[in-house]
């Protein structure tokens, strides 16, 4: 049976003019490793942003969800193992949201583990001579939010829920990936879900 996979990239924030993580997920062909794509970018703000997955997969009933952010400063594309229950911004949103220590949903579970197998995916990513390793922490601004908001809404349920951080692009930061490689990153890691 056809599996569908809806994908995610954010909207430029905090100054930059764009986002690696959607400029990657747009350019991605239509069917990966079996599984038909939906591409959808998201704003980079709080709360917003899993809505606009939630309202999207409503309507594409994918078998399984992967947000991509990026994450300025890292070498490596890394497959988020854990989402916090916990909204600490260093920079406002773009909506101006600059929440500090709140809680993401108020008497939940103060984390959730990922759906989709992140270990296989970072070997994936290896395996495609593209940086991979798994993260512990997507840290605590729109994409941890976005995570966790996804992976509490589908607790329970068969469907599966993700989270990619891609490097800066290589005019963006002094620690970068080309776009190229983060693309081919993100085939690799989607053929392993
Ligand atoms: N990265 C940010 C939010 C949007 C994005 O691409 C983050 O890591 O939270």
């Known amino acids: 049976m056809e ?3 809806l994908i995610t990239g954010f909207d430029a924030f905090g100054g930059s003019e764009e986002n690696p993580s959607w400029l ?4 991605l062909p239509d069917t990966v490793g079996g599984f038909t794509l939906k591409k959808c970018m998201i704003p980079t703000v709080f709360g917003r942003a899993a809505q606009e997955v939630l309202a999207a997969a409503e309507d594409f009933q994918p078998d399984v969800i992967l947000c991509v ?3 300025a ?3 490596a594309v890394t497959p988020e193992r854990i989402a916090v229950n916990i909204r600490d911004a260093r920079i406002p949103d773009n909506a101006g949201n600059q929440p500090v220590g ?3 949903v108020a008497d939940a579970p103060a984390a959730y583990f990922s759906t989709v197998p992140v270990a296989a995916m970072a070997q994936a990513i290896r395996d495609a001579g593209v940086p991979g390793t798994v993260s512990n922490s997507a840290g605590a601004f729109v994409c941890n939010d976005t995570l966790y908001l996804l ?3 589908f607790a329970g349920t068969s469907t599966r829920v993700g989270f990619i951080h891609v490097p ?3 005019h963006q930061h002094a620690v970068s990936l080309p776009l190229e490689k983060t693309i081919q990153a993100l085939i690799s890691a989607i053929s392993a879900c």
Not at 24 to 27: K, M, P
């Open 3 to 5: 599996k569908r996979l």
């Open 24 to 27: 990657a997920v747009s350019q």
């Open 69 to 71: 952010g990026v994450a």
């Open 73 to 75: 400063g890292r070498d």
């Open 102 to 104: 709140e809680f993401v």
């Open 151 to 153: 992976l509490h809404h």
């Open 168 to 170: 800066a692009a290589p």
